[in-house]
T-cell receptor, first 110, second 112 residues
Framework: RKEVEQDPGPFNVPEGATVAFNCTYSNSASQSFFWYRQDCRKEPKLLMS???SGNEDGRFTAQLNRASQYISLLIRDSKLSDSATYLC???????????FGSGTRLLVRP | DTAVSQTPKYLVTQMGNDKSIKCEQN?????MYWYKQDSKKFLKIMFSYNNKELIINETVPNRFSPKSPDKAHLNLHINSLELGDSAVYFC???????????FGSGTRLTVV
């Protein structure tokens, strides 16, 4: 079983749609959680950290359920510029090693 | 002014050759990493150095050898390149005590 699992997509949505991505992780000792964004042929960039209480950054909302080992990302009012691959990422331990999911591809169409 | 820079951006080489990828960060970060992203887009950690000291060494063939001459540089040397080494290699850095990584733009290695 992969340590971090995501639906690969692609999710193909019209502009203005709301889209949700899910992710599960296998190690209950995981310490920190993130969503990264990766554009085609570019490096990953941190989108947001994910906290147990849930957190929001503009149109983006992230949720963490430690009991279910489940992380989500909700994007409201999708823009064309949101088209990218969204990577679910978990930090395992004090070494700050990041474990990446394989990513969920989002395509926002006009 | 690039924060984490890798050279070269593209590298095409024949099987059996030895090659190096260089990485430099000007952020003053203490820890640097090498990650590999394969054709399925899966990013996996290879190595990590903290202040020139190796702290993470994943299950990577010993043909791969990292070298950190100082905390701002982490180079990756690969001996006897194989077809399966074709991938994008990302360097990253992080300041101690903070979660956020800064990635370089990647080196696309193609072994023919």
């Amino acid at each position: 079983r992969k340590e971090v699992e995501q639906d690969p997509g692609p999710f193909n949505v019209p502009e203005g749609a709301t889209v949700a991505f899910n992710c599960t992780y296998s190690n209950s000792a995981s310490q920190s959680f993130f969503w990264y964004r990766q554009d085609c042929r570019k490096e990953p960039k941190l989108l947001m950290s994910v906290y147990s209480s849930g957190n929001e950054d503009g149109r983006f909302t992230a949720q963490l359920n430690r009991a279910s080992q489940y992380i989500s990302l909700l994007i409201r009012d999708s823009k064309l510029s949101d088209s990218a691959t969204y990577l679910c990422v978990v930090r395992m331990d004090s070494s700050y090693k990041l474990i990446f999911g394989s990513g969920t591809r989002l395509l926002v169409r006009p | 002014d690039t924060a984490v820079s890798q050279t070269p951006k593209y590298l095409v080489t024949q099987m059996g050759n030895d090659k190096s990828i260089k990485c430099e960060q000007n952020l003053g970060h203490d820890t640097m990493y090498w990650y590999k992203q394969d054709s399925k887009k899966f990013l996996k950690i290879m190595f990590s150095y903290n202040n020139k000291e190796l702290i993470i060494n994943e299950t990577v063939p010993n043909r791969f050898s990292p070298k950190s001459p100082d905390k701002a540089h982490l180079n990756l040397h690969i001996n006897s390149l194989e077809l399966g080494d074709s991938a994008v290699y990302f360097c990253a850095s992080r300041q101690d005590g903070y979660n956020g990584y800064t990635f370089g733009s990647g080196t696309r290695l193609t072994v023919v």
